[in-house]
């Protein structure tokens, strides 16, 4: 995987430290800060905010893009222990973000949240994720809405419309198996999870709740009819093969799949390969498999934008931290990108995204909180490894659930 030349000087420089770090410096007041992040794709679109913060408040903001999750984690963890430190970096909300404020490494940004939600900068309803012992911790790097983003082509050549249920969504793969295309895309990579996520929130979002508090069990009757459901998809002949390496934007855009369900953020990955929405491609909101259900259970995320305890200049950090939720900077971040904002007061230029995020404001939706986040580490761990193993070897999902409720035992004995 490709990582920038920077980031690899980081590691460098993060390994000279840790052997000859001479203790903590002066405060140094910065005119430009550093922005680790794990967005690397995103660089161009963060190299725009930095020019725009120059020019708005007089403080830059240089990036540092990894592509690789594993290195760019050990890498911000690393430098808690040393002098080389980001003066702002992306993480991710839910357990991993608890992990590293209990470990007091993340500066407050209470009042940030305060004064931003007073002047409708940011939604009530986001600060749960970013509260920890009664404190808001970062802002919001970005938030997105899951759903699937679909080949519009594909689509209009079959005569095939955004299903309104999900016996719909069915018949729409089957129609496309039947004319030799690929319905759906997944991957035993990292996101392996997205399928499970979906049907356990389109099944049962209590079911799903209780799994990451400990509540239910992986083993427990609900969850199994869940994994036999993705089993019959993949039975079916629905999805591509899970270890194709194709790069999912590239898989939407030839047709490899028509479909592919992604965060809003994914828009992005569509723009940057010139395709236009209502043209090339569109999105529709996935319809719940228990129709019964009373909203319409949607993935959400939210991903954070932190400055440390302990940064180089924590006046600065926080300057740019207050500047990124406002108005100016969040039409810019959303506009550049295609995507949706945290910020309520951004308007979407993309229809169909614009209208999904101001239902999902005004509660059309039962948000759900991403699997990703929702899920504490060890647990999700297990969990990744085994849903990887499950889309090679669909026959093996009891043995997948057993495995992850182990994992999911032996956390849960100490943290409830």
Not at 175 to 184: H, P, S
Not at 214 to 230: F, H, L
Request: charged letters at 20%.
């Amino acid at each position: 995987m490709y990582r920038s030349r920077v980031a690899t000087l980081g590691v460098a420089a993060l390994v000279l430290a840790a052997c000859g770090g001479n203790g903590a410096e002066a405060p140094q007041k910065k005119t430009e800060l550093t922005l680790y992040n794990d967005k690397g794709a995103w660089t161009k679109y963060f190299d725009e905010m930095g020019a725009l913060s120059k020019q708005s408040i007089g403080l830059g903001m240089k990036p540092t893009g990894y592509t690789d999750s594993a290195q760019y984690q050990a890498f911000i963890k690393a430098s808690f222990r040393t002098d080389v430190k980001p003066d702002l970096f992306t993480w991710q909300t839910g357990g991993m973000l608890e992990e590293i404020v209990k470990q007091k490494q993340v500066a407050e940004t209470t009042a940030i949240w305060q004064e931003a939600i007073k002047a409708g900068d940011l939604s009530q309803d986001l600060a749960p994720y970013y509260t920890i012992g009664g404190k808001q911790y970062c802002v919001p790097m970005n938030v997105a809405y899951w759903g699937m983003f679909y080949n519009k082509k594909i689509f209009d050549q079959y005569d095939l419309k955004p299903p309104q249920t999900w016996d719909d969504l069915v018949k729409t793969a089957e129609t496309l198996k039947q004319n030799g295309v690929k319905a759906f895309y997944h991957t035993s990579v990292l996101f392996s999870f997205v399928w499970f996520e979906q049907l356990m929130a389109g099944t049962d979002p209590d079911l799903y709740d209780r799994l990451s508090t400990g509540k239910a069990k992986y083993t427990d009757p609900g969850v199994v009819q869940v994994m036999e459901r993705w089993k019959q998809l993949i039975d079916a002949g629905y999805f591509i093969n899970p270890g194709d390496k194709t790069d999912p934007g590239d898989v939407l855009k030839t047709g490899k799949a028509a479909m592919v369900s992604f965060g809003t953020w994914f828009n992005t990955s569509m723009t940057t390969r010139s395709m236009k929405a209502g043209t090339h491609y569109d999105f529709f909101v996935i319809p719940n498999v228990n129709a019964a259900l009373p909203k319409t259970s949607m993935i959400f995320e939210s991903g954070p934008l932190c400055s440390l305890t302990k940064a180089a200049d924590p006046d600065a950090s926080m300057k740019y931290l207050k500047w990124w939720t406002g108005s100016e900077a969040q039409d810019k971040w959303a506009k550049s990108r295609g995507d949706v904002s945290a910020n309520p007061k951004v308007t979407i230029d993309d229809k169909v995204l614009g209208t999904v995020t101001k239902d999902a404001g005004s509660g059309k939706y039962r948000l759900v909180n991403r699997y990703f986040e929702a899920t504490p580490p060890p647990i999700l761990t297990a969990a990744l490894d085994g849903f990887s193993k499950f889309v090679t070897e669909p026959g093996s999902y009891k043995e997948v659930l057993e495995t992850i409720q182990k994992a999911a035992d032996e956390y849960w004995s100490t943290h409830q």
